[in-house]
């Protein structure tokens, strides 16, 4: 059942498919270009300074994160209470 592939094998193609692959091959190599052509360009860029974060910025970030597990405390009490009584 199974075809051989011979010098003497054809088929056919319409103008219509190859115009197709045509336009997908040269779609794809006008990507790898773009795509190395930016790659390139990231690479000339400095590089982004190292993030400073000040002691203020810090200290209020702690006292922050502080402030709300205390409420979260808070909270855990008053529903505590509440279960007791009942």
């Given at each position: ?21 045509a336009v ?63």
């Open positions: 059942m199974a075809k051989e592939l011979s010098e003497e094998t054809s088929f056919n193609i319409s103008l219509k498919t190859l115009a197709g692959i997908l091959i040269f779609t794809l190599v006008g990507m790898w270009f773009t795509l190395q052509n930016d790659i390139a360009d990231a690479k000339e860029l400095p590089l982004p300074p190292d993030p400073e974060i000040t002691r203020m910025e810090y200290d209020m970030k702690d006292q922050l994160i502080r402030q709300t597990i205390v409420k979260q405390l808070c909270l855990l009490k008053k529903m505590l209470k509440k279960l007791r009584i009942k």
